[in-house]
């Protein structure tokens, strides 16, 4: 059910909406305010023949606080307010209703891909994200399970495109010197993008190589006017990708490298999926960090064993 903050009094449009929607009814500006302040909803309807409310005032401070918001006017003779982004009569139907609220999700959809920050109604979708996320960093504390290379890769694949509505990924490591990128983990990148990378990062000069590795890259929508001299427009069209992220993975403190996120479709990234990755990203840093370690205490206990062999066999 579509979260509604509204602001007014009983109406039979208003009761008509407690079926189709999750309604929180006010009536008094103080009670607006700290609705609004607990961000119970991302659309708000008000009802302009309330008496002695300075709509004026409160609509323009309304909007300069919640720039998202969507506001919703019942008009019956009232002149509307250049904050109100849509009007309905207050004897409207129902069915009436919802079109407009449609129009308004839309409307709240697109303004948050121009803005990159989610609204209220999102809460609930990007916290079954965070789920996904916590599962992933179990996986990395998960012990001797870390070993297993094959399983961590493919829940790697599978919460990205459950938490942050990618594709695809890769995850390109560099060496120490930061001359060259590989796809260690053997993910199958796709051999094109991987060149792209390489070559790229190969051809800046030493001091420059950490910066491109550390940059945080978001592409909303690859078009095909874009100029190919952009590396980030380059790598993306490497990788069939229509919409694009890159952001550094640092491991112990030292950049290791990057995790690329591809979409299929344009305008699939926004700045809220941004917000996202950076989590992954911080998820497979531990993950890797851990089975880095368990490697190298593998390998301990692994030439302990020859030692004490030898020493037997001595």
Request: hydrophobic share 45%.
């Amino acid at each position: 059910m579509r979260p509604l903050l509204w602001f007014g009094e009983n109406s039979p449009l208003l009761e008509a909406c407690w079926a189709q929607d999750q309604v929180h009814h006010v009536q008094d500006t103080k009670a607006l305010i700290q609705a609004l302040e607990c961000g119970v909803a991302s659309c708000l309807v008000v009802d302009l023949a309330l008496a002695q409310i300075d709509f004026g005032s409160l609509l323009t401070s309304i909007h300069t606080q919640w720039p998202l918001l969507g506001i919703i006017g019942l008009l019956n003779d009232t002149p509307s307010f250049p904050e109100i982004d849509e009007t309905i009569s207050p004897y409207a139907s129902v069915e009436q209703l919802q079109a407009v609220l449609a129009r308004m999700d839309e409307r709240l959809r697109q303004r948050r891909l121009e803005t990159g920050e989610f609204l209220v109604s999102d809460y609930q979708e990007l916290a079954g994200r965070m789920r996904r996320l916590e599962e992933l960093a179990q996986v990395g504390s998960a012990g001797e399970a870390v070993l297993g290379t094959s399983q961590i890769l493919g829940d790697l694949q599978q919460t990205a495109h459950q938490a942050v509505d990618a594709d695809g990924i890769a995850i390109l490591m560099s060496n120490d010197d930061y001359d060259d990128l590989t796809d260690i983990f053997q993910m199958g990148v796709n051999p094109a993008y991987l060149e792209v990378c390489r070559a790229y990062l190969q051809s800046l000069p030493h001091n420059l190589r950490t910066s491109y590795l550390a940059e945080e890259v978001l592409l909303h929508a690859r078009l095909p006017e874009m100029l190919n001299s952009v590396p980030r427009v380059r790598e993306a069209e490497a990788a069939g990708a229509w919409s694009y992220m890159r952001l550094p993975l640092i491991v112990e403190r030292r950049l290791c490298g990057f995790v690329a996120f591809f979409a299929d479709t344009p305008d699939q990234f926004n700045g809220a999926h941004l917000q996202l990755a950076r989590l992954f990203v911080a998820q497979v840093a531990t993950a890797v960090r851990n089975m880095q370690l368990y490697m190298r205490l593998n390998q301990a206990e692994r030439q302990q064993k020859t030692v004490n062999r030898i020493s037997r066999l001595m």
